[in-house]
């Protein structure tokens, strides 16, 4: 929290100082920004006015080559319409422009004399964009008439083309001295581009469609040549099978190998049966149980009627009766028996017969399909050379067909050929110049001249050598500011103000330095104040009669030495010149001071007139005793010591004297001399500073309240007055 505070002390502290920045530097600052908007007013005035034409023209994506069917990628898409962009500004459009349009007859873009304006402006525009690299085409404009060159550079200069975001959309502006020719250079950009275009595809259709008219010829003789070649190789290789895909030699052996396939099922299943038929026959099982038996028609005739038979038998010995009949029956019932017996047997070996057969089926598959798969080697290798042959023709043929379709896409897009450019926004015709930018150009010379001044003011502030303000000298001298003392008008005295008008702002910053430095009432002891400054001419002379005057006006006895025996600026002052004084004390004059006087008037010691050894008779020890025996008569001792400069007077007085007060005129005294001095003199012995000369209304404009120095009521001096004494 404690570092939040200070840091918000720290800003508040910062913008006092900028806000107070402001008020010293408002004259400059102000009086810049006019000149600047003065010259920014001169500079449009000198400035050409141009106008602006836009106009947005659809691109579209046309095929490289008509046997191109596939769509452009995205990237080149944004190629495309990056290189029509470059081709809007190729030299050959705009040459074509600058003669359909006769611009050679306009002083716009012809030479001129540029205006020292225009040279400077080109300059900072030339200082401000990068530079342009040189295009390839710009070599063709020195073979051109100069007067058209000119008109090319010129028009060129004034063209922008671009591509709106990621779209097919080209935007073209032109620039001009006038709203009309600029909206009809803009259309004329826009129609020699739409011809060129056109006239470009034109050409690349023609030379398209003659190459695919060779091509297609070409193709037709390799096709019918490598279907000669393919007819000829199974001619003479004797590859003739029922489908022109298929060899002789391969449908044997797929044929052969489907025989011996069945053939081998079908011995299998009947030799199964044939064996089960023997096995039925040799352990006198039922031979009828055998599906192949069963199935025939004769066994089936037999079967019914022994079973015919077998009924009859049957009702014979059901009635019991014996007659010729009954031994028909049973010889008609063995010759049927034997007949069944036989056709079983007639069927066995069928079924005999039909397994060698097969078995000898078999052999005569497996004989020739070996024989046929000794020529398969050779027939492979003809059956390669027959596909390539016929891969090679297909190849020829699918190639001529796309051609032949191709060239008649060719035919068409040459009967009707599509320039691929739509105006989608016609040539605008400007309402408002857009060159010179006049709020621009006015906002840039009041900030400009603003910033002028502020740099005028800042340098001015910063190259002061004099301190300004009490918190600069309390910051970097370390002692504190006794009190701040108005400039005296022309005519006026410090010792009279002080008297005639106690209630002066210079008698209260008066009255504010003598209780600073500790005098305000009559005391047993009296105070020794010595004023000194670094060099002469910064006011303390008149400090210290002033502050003289503010003692008696509140009822103190007053004793004014003039301490500086060099210079005798005091008595100079009063006047008192020649007489008697410090210098004939120190010398060994007698002195006395009357201790019981309560008269209110000011006593002043002249410097006297001194010889050259000025620091020695400050030094003895008379000016110790003197002061003493002065203690004890008088309140207040004012000693208006010497200037420290290089000598030893002022150090000398400082050792004795009970404060020391250092004055330095205000915005005068330079800072590096003032630390010199107290160097010399000794801080410890400096109770404060005491600034002269201040300017108050330019004073507050660094920061510092002077509120305390107001006219002083004169209804409420008495009870003040009293109050301070």
């Not at 003809?382 to 067909?401: M, N």
Request: net charge negative; glycine share 6%.
């Amino acid at each position: 929290m404690k570092l939040a505070a200070q840091d918000d002390t720290d800003l508040s502290a910062l913008i006092r100082q900028a806000l107070d920045f402001a008020k010293r530097g408002y004259r400059e600052i102000l009086l810049c920004a006019l000149i600047g908007v003065v010259l920014a007013g001169y500079l449009v005035t000198q400035l050409d006015r141009s106008y602006r034409s836009t106009i947005r023209l659809m691109v579209d994506t046309p095929q490289t080559s008509p046997i191109e069917s596939e769509q452009l990628s995205a990237t080149l898409l944004e190629s495309f319409v990056e290189g029509q962009v470059y081709r809007v500004e190729a030299t050959e459009v705009l040459r074509m422009v600058v003669e359909r349009e006769n611009l050679t007859e306009y002083a716009f873009f012809q030479s001129q004399p540029d205006s020292w304006v225009q040279n400077l402006v080109s300059r900072l525009r030339s200082m401000i964009s990068p530079a342009q690299p040189e295009r390839a085409d710009e070599d063709d404009a020195a073979e051109m008439d100069p007067a058209v060159a000119r008109a090319v550079r010129t028009l060129r200069s004034n063209l922008s083309v671009g591509r709106e975001s990621n779209t097919s959309v080209i935007r073209i502006d032109v620039t001009a001295d006038s709203p009309r020719m600029a909206a009809r250079l803009a259309d004329a950009v826009a129609e020699v581009f739409v011809e060129t275009r056109a006239r470009d595809q034109s050409q690349q259709a023609e030379r398209m469609a003659g190459w695919l008219d060779t091509r297609v010829t070409e193709l037709q003789d390799r096709l019918t040549s490598a279907e000669e070649a393919v007819a000829t190789f199974r001619m003479e290789n004797n590859l003739l099978g029922p489908s022109p895909d298929t060899l002789l030699t391969d449908q044997q052996l797929s044929e052969f190998n489907s025989e011996l396939i069945r053939t081998r099922a079908a011995l299998a299943e009947r030799d199964a049966a044939y064996r089960r038929a023997m096995t039925l026959m040799e352990t006198g099982g039922d031979m009828q149980t055998l599906p192949e038996i069963q199935g025939s028609s004769i066994v089936t005739s037999l079967r019914s009627q022994l079973l015919d038979i077998q009924r009859r038998e049957l009702g014979q010995a059901a009635r019991g009766t014996t007659n010729p009949r009954t031994g028909q029956i049973s010889e008609e019932r063995a010759a049927l028996e034997q007949q069944l017996e036989t056709e079983i047997s007639r069927i066995v070996e069928q079924m005999r017969n039909e397994v060698e057969t097969l078995e000898a089926r078999e052999a005569l598959v497996a004989t020739v399909l070996q024989e046929a798969g000794g020529e398969s080697g050779e027939a492979s290798r003809l059956g390669v050379q027959l596909r390539d042959l016929e891969r090679r023709a297909a190849a020829y043929q699918a190639l001529y067909e796309r051609y032949l379709s191709t060239g008649g896409r060719a035919e068409e897009a040459l009967s009707f050929l599509p320039t691929g450019v739509s105006i989608i926004d016609p040539a605008s015709r400007p309402t408002a110049p857009v060159a010179p930018p006049v709020r621009v150009i006015m906002l840039f010379g009041l900030l400009f001249g603003g910033g002028t001044g502020t740099l005028i003011a800042f340098f001015r502030d910063t190259m002061r050598k004099g301190f300004v303000t009490a918190r600069r000298i309390e910051s970097e001298l370390g002692l504190p500011v006794l009190a701040s003392v108005p400039q005296l008008e022309a005519g006026q005295k410090a010792y009279d103000l002080a008297v005639s008008e106690p209630f002066s702002q210079f008698a209260e910053a008066i009255r504010t330095f003598r209780h600073a430095i500790g005098v305000a009432s009559r005391r047993k002891q009296g105070v020794v104040v010595m004023l000194t400054s670094s060099s002469a001419g910064e006011g303390k002379t008149n400090m210290s009669a002033a502050m003289a005057a503010s003692g008696l006006t509140a009822g103190l006895r007053v004793l004014l030495i003039d301490a500086d025996l060099r210079r005798s600026g005091l008595s100079r002052l009063f006047e008192i010149e020649g007489d008697a004084g410090l210098s004939e004390i120190l010398a060994g004059q007698e002195w006395s001071f009357d201790e019981d006087t309560d008269a209110l008037e000011l006593d002043i010691v002249c410097a006297g007139v001194a010889g050259a050894r000025h620091a020695d008779l400050l030094a003895h020890d008379t000016m110790v005793e003197y002061l003493d025996s002065a203690r004890s008569a008088y309140d207040l001792i004012i000693l208006d010591g010497p200037p420290v400069a290089n000598l030893a007077d002022a150090p000398i007085l400082a050792e004795i004297a009970d404060a020391v007060a250092f004055v330095i005129q205000w915005n005068v005294t330079p800072r590096d001399v003032v630390r010199k001095a107290l160097g010399r003199l000794g801080a410890q012995h400096v109770r404060g500073v005491v600034l002269n000369g201040v300017d108050f209304k330019t004073a507050a404009q660094y920061g510092d309240s002077y509120d305390a120095y107001v006219q002083i009521d004169p209804s409420t001096a008495g009870k003040r007055d009293g109050a301070a004494v």
